[in-house]
């Protein structure tokens, strides 16, 4: 009898441990989540993908200049698209120079040209080579000769009335420009300045 019970209490002692023991056998312990999957260096996800912070750089991040989690998250890269590196601003092409065209071409004479003005209208027109001389007027159907003006020469022409001026220059004797004046019937043809060039091309606007 003695034996009996104690057995039986030993099964009730046994049980409880096991009771205690079995279910927690049953918990099975999470394995840690890799933070840099392979497929990210299989294709398609190789070239299209960036790859999570902190994770050896694939062929897309290499691709935009990212390297060992220089990028913040992974976002879709088109193959074969152009990127530029995080944080660079697009640069634009220059713009080419709005330039007037070359009218004439006149030979300078050891860096000097001389200029003989025609007033061919029927008004006066005022003139002044900028650094040179003062605004100076040239009567309706005469002429000037202004000698040896060192380059770069910029002139102005104006009419006192209002009206507007054609100016046509042409090469002459080696080392001078004749320059024309001429009476323009509006806006769009009408010319207030001539400039000469170090090279001797004239432009004018």
Not at 97 to 125: F, Y
């Given at each position: 009898m003695f034996n009996l019970h104690s057995s039986l209490r030993w099964s009730a002692l046994v049980g409880s441990c096991l009771g205690l023991i079995v279910p927690g056998a049953g918990l099975a312990v999470p394995s840690p989540l890799n933070p840099c999957p392979g497929i990210y260096y299989e294709e398609p996800f190789n070239s299209t993908r960036i790859v999570p912070p902190g994770c050896p750089a694939n062929a897309a991040t290499q691709r935009i200049g990212a390297s060992d989690g220089a990028m913040p998250s992974p976002e879709a890269v088109s193959p074969g698209a152009p990127t530029a590196p995080t944080g660079s601003v697009p640069v634009q092409p220059p713009?080419?120079?709005?330039?007037?065209?070359?009218?004439?071409?006149?030979?300078?004479?050891?860096?000097?040209?001389?200029?003989?003005?025609?007033?061919?209208?029927?008004?006066?027109?005022?003139?002044?080579?900028?650094?040179?001389?003062?605004?100076?007027?040239?009567e309706a159907s005469s002429e000037a000769t202004l000698q040896r003006l060192p380059l770069p020469v910029n002139m102005t022409f104006v009419r006192p009335d209002g009206g507007f001026v054609t100016v046509t220059p042409q090469a002459g004797a080696a080392g001078t420009l004749d320059v024309t004046l001429n009476e323009a019937a509006n806006f769009d043809v009408s010319r207030s300045a001539l400039n000469i060039q170090n090279d001797g091309s004239v432009i004018l606007n």
């Open positions: 713009l080419p120079e709005t330039q007037q065209p070359i009218s004439a071409i006149v030979t300078p004479m050891d860096g000097v040209v001389t200029v003989r003005l025609v007033n061919a209208t029927n008004t006066v027109v005022m003139y002044q080579v900028l650094g040179e001389t003062q605004q100076r007027m040239l």
